[in-house]
Nanobody, 118 residues
Framework: VQLQASGGGLVQAGGSLRLSCAASTRTFSSYNMGWFRQAPGKEREFVADITWSGGSTKYADSAKGRFTISRDKAKNTVYLQMNSLKPEDTAVYYC????????????WGPGTLVTVSS
């Protein structure tokens, strides 16, 4: 599966962005999907994920209450709605796929840059 993230950009603190991740195959519908991010000078970190069914989601503490992950199987796309953005959310955001069903992410797409200005 190939993944393509989009939707990043420059936004002021307190603003919102919606990231999208399009998958190249319909088998996407059987994969758990996740969003990760990497800020300058820092290691990549988990942001949120969603099971193949969409029935379970997990969030990093930093994302809880502000970010929402969702998926549209008909469009082979997973979304990350980000509200109340903070400057510390500035990072390259990556989507990833877990074909194994173990929430171990092995397939990555190129990232999309989110910059939050203060």
């Amino acid at each position: 599966v190939q993944l393509q993230a989009s939707g990043g950009g420059l936004v002021q603190a307190g603003g919102s962005l919606r990231l999208s991740c399009a998958a190249s195959t319909r088998t996407f519908s059987s994969y758990n999907m996740g969003w990760f991010r990497q800020a300058p000078g820092k290691e990549r970190e988990f942001v949120a994920d969603i099971t193949w069914s969409g029935g379970s989601t997990k969030y990093a503490d930093s994302a809880k209450g502000r970010f929402t992950i969702s998926r549209d199987k008909a469009k082979n796309t997973v979304y990350l709605q980000m509200n109340s953005l903070k400057p510390e959310d500035t990072a390259v955001y990556y989507c990833a796929a877990d074909p194994s069903g173990t929430r171990s992410y092995s397939t990555w797409g190129p990232g999309t840059l989110v910059t939050v200005s203060s």
